[in-house]
C-alpha cells in the first residue's frame, strides 16, 4: 500500500517523466495504479524480476500471503524462474502483457491448482523453457477443479506436454497464446460450461483445442473466435491426433467462427459428440477431413462453413456405431484432393460432403472434388438423408447412393450437377457403381430412392 507521501513522489516522478517520454510515463502510470488497487508488492516478499537464482519458495511466500489475505498479486516486468508451484485456492496474479515472463526452471511442474475456488491470471508470459514435466502434470499449467477460471492476455509457450489442462473446471481462456505445446494447446476434460474464446493456438505437435470427456455427457463448452495454426499429429494414428478443435464424447458443445488451417488430421472433428453446433468456420489446408462428425453421436447442426483444401470435406458418418441426426446447411467445401495422411482403402479420399442417417444436407456448394461431391450411405448404413438445393461443380462423380440391400430412404432432389466426369447420380455398392446415371432415370427400380428434379450439365 501506498502512503500519502509515497503517493506524491510517485506522481510528481510520473509527472517529469511524461514530458520526457509519454509512452514510458503511460506504462509505468499504470503499474503504479494497479498497486495503488491495493495488490501485494511482490518485492517486499523477496521475490524479484531478473534474479539469476531460482525464485520458487519465495514465490510460495507471496502466493501463500495473497490467499491468506485475499489481496491480488502484481509482477513488474522482468524474468522469474520457478518450479512446483501448487496455487492456494484463491489467486488473482497479473503482470504486464509480454513483459512479465514466469520460467519454468525444471524438475518437475511449473503451475498446479486443485480443488481451488477462483483462480485469476492476466498478462502473464508462462514459458516451459522446452524443459521436461514430470509425469504427475499433463500440462505447463494444470488447473484441476477450479470453480471459477479467468486467463486473459496471456501466453503459454514451449510447453513439454501440453500448454494448458483442466480438467473438472468452469470460467474462461480469452485472448490469450498458446504456442510450442509438444502436445496439446488447451486441453479440457470434464469441463463445466467453459468458454474458450478469442485465442490463439499454434505450432501444438499433438492438438490444438480439445474439448473432452471420461465419459459421454453434457458439456456446454463454448469455443469461438479461435485461431488455430499448424497442428501436427507427432504421435501418428489415423485422427487421435492432429485436429484443430476436437470434441471428444462431450455433448452440447458449440463451436462457431474460428480460424483453423494447416492441421494434420481435421480442422474440427467431434467424436461420440452430441448436439454439436458447428458453425462459420474457416477450415483452411486439412490434411484429412475438414469437419468430421462420428462415431456416437446423436445430433449436430453443420453450418455456414467453409473448407478449403482438405482430403475429404465433411463427413457426417458411422450410423454403424449409432451416428445419426444431423443438419449440413450452407457450407462451401472446395479444393479437395486424393491423397492424406494414411491409406484410406476404398473408395478414397476426395469426397465433398458425406452422411448416413436422418440427416439433411441442402444448400451446400461444393467443388472441385475429384471422387465424389455428396455421398449417401455406405453399403446398408443408409437411413433418411435428403440432399437437396445443393450445387456440384467439377467432381468426379457428382453424387453416389448406396444402393445395397438393406438401405433406408434417401431423397436427391433440385440439385444442380456441373462438369460431373464419371456421372451426376450413381448407385453404389459400397465402392463400386452399380447403376446408370439415375439423373437420367432407374431410379424407380430401388424402392428405396427417389430421384427428381435435378439439373445436370
Given at each position: 500500500?501506498?502512503?500519502?507521501?509515497?503517493?506524491?513522489?510517485?506522481?510528481?516522478?510520473?509527472?517529469?517523466?511524461?514530458?520526457?517520454?509519454?509512452?514510458?510515463?503511460?506504462?509505468?502510470?499504470?503499474?503504479a495504479l494497479t498497486a495503488?488497487?491495493?495488490?501485494?508488492?511482490?518485492?517486499?516478499?523477496?521475490?524479484?524480476?531478473?534474479?539469476?537464482?531460482?525464485?520458487?519458495?519465495?514465490?510460495?511466500?507471496?502466493?501463500?500471503?495473497?490467499?491468506?489475505?485475499?489481496?491480488?498479486?502484481?509482477?513488474?516486468?522482468?524474468?522469474?524462474?520457478?518450479?512446483?508451484?501448487?496455487?492456494?485456492?484463491?489467486?488473482?496474479?497479473?503482470?504486464?502483457?509480454?513483459?512479465?515472463?514466469?520460467?519454468?526452471?525444471?524438475?518437475?511442474?511449473?503451475?498446479?491448482?486443485?480443488?481451488?475456488?477462483?483462480?485469476?491470471?492476466?498478462?502473464?508470459?508462462?514459458?516451459?523453457?522446452?524443459?521436461?514435466?514430470?509425469?504427475?502434470?499433463?500440462?505447463?499449467?494444470?488447473?484441476?477443479?477450479?470453480?471459477?477460471?479467468?486467463?486473459?492476455?496471456?501466453?503459454?509457450?514451449?510447453?513439454?506436454?501440453?500448454?494448458?489442462?483442466?480438467?473438472?473446471?468452469?470460467?474462461?481462456?480469452?485472448?490469450?497464446?498458446?504456442?510450442?505445446?509438444?502436445?496439446?494447446?488447451?486441453?479440457?476434460?470434464?469441463?463445466?460450461?467453459?468458454?474458450?474464446?478469442?485465442?490463439?493456438?499454434?505450432?501444438?505437435?499433438?492438438?490444438?483445442?480439445?474439448?473432452?470427456?471420461?465419459?459421454?455427457?453434457?458439456?456446454?463448452?463454448?469455443?469461438?473466435?479461435?485461431?488455430?495454426?499448424?497442428?501436427?499429429?507427432?504421435?501418428?494414428?489415423?485422427?487421435?491426433?492432429?485436429?484443430?478443435?476436437?470434441?471428444?464424447?462431450?455433448?452440447?458443445?458449440?463451436?462457431?467462427?474460428?480460424?483453423?488451417?494447416?492441421?494434420?488430421?481435421?480442422?474440427?472433428?467431434?467424436?461420440?459428440?452430441?448436439?454439436?453446433?458447428i458453425s462459420g468456420n474457416?477450415?483452411?489446408?486439412?490434411?484429412?477431413?475438414?469437419?468430421?462428425?462420428?462415431?456416437?453421436?446423436?445430433?449436430?447442426?453443420?453450418?455456414?462453413?467453409?473448407?478449403?483444401?482438405?482430403?475429404?470435406?465433411?463427413?457426417?458418418?458411422?450410423?454403424?456405431?449409432?451416428?445419426?441426426?444431423?443438419?449440413?446447411?450452407?457450407?462451401?467445401?472446395?479444393?479437395l484432393n486424393t491423397t492424406?495422411?494414411?491409406?484410406?482403402?476404398?473408395?478414397?479420399?476426395?469426397?465433398?460432403?458425406?452422411?448416413?442417417?436422418?440427416?439433411?444436407?441442402?444448400?451446400?456448394?461444393?467443388?472441385?472434388?475429384?471422387?465424389?461431391?455428396?455421398?449417401?450411405?455406405?453399403?446398408?448404413?443408409?437411413?433418411?438423408?435428403?440432399?437437396?438445393?445443393?450445387?456440384?461443380?467439377?467432381?468426379?462423380?457428382?453424387?453416389?447412393?448406396?444402393?445395397?440391400?438393406?438401405?433406408?430412404?434417401?431423397?436427391?432432389?433440385?440439385?444442380?450437377?456441373?462438369?460431373?466426369?464419371?456421372?451426376?447420380?450413381?448407385?453404389?455398392?459400397?465402392?463400386?457403381?452399380?447403376?446408370?446415371?439415375?439423373?437420367?432415370?432407374?431410379?424407380?427400380?430401388?424402392?428405396?430412392?427417389?430421384?427428381?428434379?435435378?439439373?445436370?450439365?
Amino acid at each position: 500500500m501506498l502512503n500519502r507521501r509515497q503517493l506524491l513522489r510517485a506522481t510528481t516522478g510520473f509527472a517529469v517523466l511524461g514530458l520526457a517520454c509519454p509512452a514510458m510515463a503511460a506504462d509505468l502510470s499504470g503499474i503504479a495504479l494497479t498497486a495503488m488497487r491495493g495488490s501485494i508488492d511482490a518485492t517486499e516478499l523477496g521475490v524479484r524480476p531478473g534474479a539469476l537464482d531460482d525464485q520458487s519458495k519465495a514465490f510460495a511466500r507471496l502466493l501463500k500471503r495473497a490467499d491468506e489475505t485475499d489481496t491480488p498479486i502484481f509482477l513488474p516486468p522482468g524474468v522469474y524462474r520457478v518450479s512446483n508451484l501448487t496455487l492456494p485456492r484463491n489467486l488473482r496474479l497479473s503482470g504486464v502483457p509480454g513483459a512479465t515472463r514466469i520460467v519454468y526452471g525444471g524438475d518437475g511442474y511449473l503451475l498446479l491448482a486443485e480443488d481451488t475456488a477462483r483462480i485469476d491470471l492476466t498478462g502473464l508470459t508462462f514459458d516451459g523453457a522446452n524443459r521436461w514435466l514430470s509425469d504427475q502434470v499433463q500440462a505447463l499449467v494444470d488447473l484441476r477443479g477450479v470453480a471459477a477460471l479467468a486467463m486473459d492476455n496471456c501466453a503459454i509457450i514451449g510447453s513439454g506436454r501440453s500448454g494448458i489442462a483442466l480438467e473438472r473446471s468452469s470460467g474462461r481462456i480469452e485472448r490469450s497464446t498458446v504456442s510450442g505445446a509438444a502436445e496439446a494447446g488447451i486441453y479440457s476434460v470434464e469441463g463445466v460450461r467453459l468458454t474458450v474464446a478469442d485465442n490463439s493456438v499454434t505450432d501444438c505437435a499433438n492438438g490444438g483445442i480439445l474439448i473432452h470427456r471420461w465419459q459421454r455427457g453434457d458439456d456446454g463448452t463454448l469455443v469461438t473466435g479461435n485461431r488455430v495454426e499448424r497442428i501436427a499429429a507427432r504421435s501418428g494414428g489415423t485422427g487421435q491426433f492432429g485436429n484443430g478443435i476436437n470434441l471428444f464424447r462431450a455433448a452440447n458443445v458449440i463451436v462457431s467462427a474460428n480460424m483453423v488451417a494447416d492441421c494434420a488430421f481435421s480442422a474440427i472433428r467431434a467424436n461420440s459428440a452430441g448436439n454439436a453446433q458447428i458453425s462459420g468456420n474457416t477450415c483452411l489446408r486439412s490434411g484429412e477431413t475438414g469437419l468430421y462428425q462420428e462415431f456416437a453421436f446423436e445430433g449436430a447442426v453443420i453450418s455456414g462453413n467453409i473448407v478449403d483444401g482438405a482430403a475429404n470435406g465433411i463427413s457426417i458418418v458411422n450410423f454403424n456405431e449409432g451416428g445419426r441426426l444431423a443438419v449440413c446447411s450452407g457450407n462451401l467445401v472446395r479444393n479437395l484432393n486424393t491423397t492424406g495422411p494414411y491409406d484410406p482403402g476404398a473408395p478414397g479420399f476426395g469426397c465433398g460432403i458425406a452422411a448416413e442417417a436422418d440427416t439433411t444436407i441442402t444448400g451446400n456448394v461444393i467443388e472441385n472434388a475429384p471422387l465424389y461431391g455428396i455421398s449417401l450411405g455406405w453399403g446398408p448404413h443408409l437411413r433418411n438423408v435428403v440432399a437437396t438445393g445443393n450445387i456440384v461443380r467439377q467432381a468426379g462423380t457428382g453424387i453416389v447412393v448406396s444402393v445395397v440391400e438393406g438401405a433406408g430412404p434417401a431423397i436427391v432432389s433440385d440439385n444442380v450437377i456441373d462438369g460431373a466426369a464419371r456421372g451426376a447420380i450413381i448407385g453404389q455398392r459400397w465402392a463400386e457403381p452399380a447403376t446408370g446415371d439415375l439423373a437420367k432415370g432407374g431410379a424407380e427400380a430401388f424402392a428405396h430412392l427417389t430421384v427428381e428434379r435435378n439439373r445436370v450439365s
